[in-house]
């Protein structure tokens, strides 16, 4: 059963525009984490953030947690051709080991 | 530096054939995982590992198998492939045992005929 679920399911926009993803999820979590996966490649861990914090920054990476809406946002500022992805959220559902479990991803396109 | 490396990058198998795909990283990690990927369905967890020694079942355990006899190594085995099977598989590891940040490999596309 997947945990995550990412909005939308596809995004097209232009160089120098905002890229906005969002996910939902089912349970109580640890921590929520955002990946990207270039087509053909393995996933790239982007960032993490943890269940007691509510925004988190990383170069032009915002992310927003609100764990009474059980959702996530990923926000890439200024999107460049190289942010061509897909994009995925992974929650851990706080069982005590950590099993990531992940959505089924934005693909992300930008133009030139 | 080689992170994760997993073999082989793509294979095509008969239905009825046994299989194992090599994972391998270099990081001393704790944790290891394996995941499948399909179209439409995202990754789904199919066993993972906390340590050297010890396994366990992910969402999507039945047909595969794994050991972990060392913290290097964990080798997912199809006993009997089936069509159902056919799969992009991706090995993970994690420093561990509380949470952190996956390392990917690049992925084994796996097909069953």
């Known amino acids: 059963s997947q945990q995550g679920e990412e909005d939308p399911q596809a995004l097209s926009i232009q160089e120098g525009e905002n890229a906005t993803m969002n996910c939902s999820y089912k349970?109580?979590?640890?921590?929520l984490q955002w990946y990207r996966q270039n087509s053909g490649r393995g996933l790239v861990h982007l960032i993490l953030i943890r269940s007691n914090e509510r925004e988190k920054h990383s170069g032009r990476l915002r992310v927003t947690l609100d764990t009474s809406k059980k959702s996530s946002s990923l926000l890439i500022t200024a999107s460049r051709a190289a942010d061509t992805a897909s994009y995925f959220c992974a929650t851990d559902p706080n069982t005590g080991f950590q099993k990531l479990v992940f959505g089924t991803g934005t693909r992300l396109l930008v133009s030139p | 530096i080689a992170g994760i490396t997993q073999a082989p990058t793509s294979q095509i198998l008969a239905a009825g054939r046994r299989m194992t795909l090599r994972c391998t990283q270099d990081m001393r990690h704790n944790a290891m995982y394996w995941y499948r990927q399909d179209l439409g369905l995202g990754l789904r967890l199919i066993h993972y590992s906390n340590t050297a020694g010890t396994t366990g079942k992910g969402e999507v355990p039945d047909g595969y198998s794994v050991s972990r006899a060392n913290t290097d190594d964990f080798p997912l085995t199809l006993a009997s492939a089936v069509p159902s099977q056919t799969s992009v598989y991706f090995c993970?590891?994690?420093?561990?045992?509380?949470?952190?940040?996956?390392?990917f490999g690049e992925g084994s596309r796996l097909t069953v005929l």
């Open positions: 349970t109580s979590i640890n921590n």
């Open positions: 993970a590891s994690s420093p561990g045992p509380g949470d952190g940040e996956l390392f």
